[in-house]
């Protein structure tokens, strides 16, 4: 079971491991120092919006970060092979549900 800790494990370590100050990295995601700090103590966790800007300024993938099944820090990853091959099978719409397409007139 992934917790909390993990997730944040995960965070400090790729925000310690980036090279980045606290307050440069505040000012890349327009947020404070103290709450950078926050996300580093453990007190406070990045909004999704702040995550997923802190994960392109990591070059950072999100699923890394989250502790999911991948093992690869790099944002560059394909994150697609998280879902089936075949979308077909997940995402349908019934046929009776469809309304033919408007044409203009012009």
């Known amino acids: 079971m992934i917790t909390l800790?993990?997730?944040?494990?995960r965070l400090c370590e790729c925000i310690r491991e980036s090279g980045y100050t606290q307050t440069h990295l505040a000012?890349?995601?327009?947020?404070?120092?103290?709450?950078?700090?926050?996300?580093?103590r453990?007190?406070?966790f990045p909004a999704l919006?702040?995550?997923?800007?802190?994960?392109?300024?990591?070059?950072?993938?999100?699923?890394?970060?989250?502790c999911s099944a991948l093992?690869?820090?790099?944002?560059?990853?394909?994150?697609?092979?998280?879902?089936p091959k075949d979308l077909s099978t997940t995402f349908t719409t019934p046929t009776s549900t469809l309304r033919p397409r408007?044409?203009?007139?012009?």
């Open 102 to 106: 408007r044409t203009s007139s012009l």
């Open 71 to 83: 093992t690869t820090k790099s944002i560059s990853y394909e994150v697609c092979v998280c879902f």
């Open 42 to 44: 453990g007190d406070k």
């Open 49 to 66: 919006d702040t995550l997923a800007n802190l994960c392109r300024i990591l070059d950072v993938s999100p699923a890394y970060i989250l």
């Open 5 to 9: 800790n993990d997730i944040h494990l």
């Open 27 to 40: 000012e890349l995601l327009g947020i404070s120092p103290a709450t950078i700090s926050h996300y580093l």
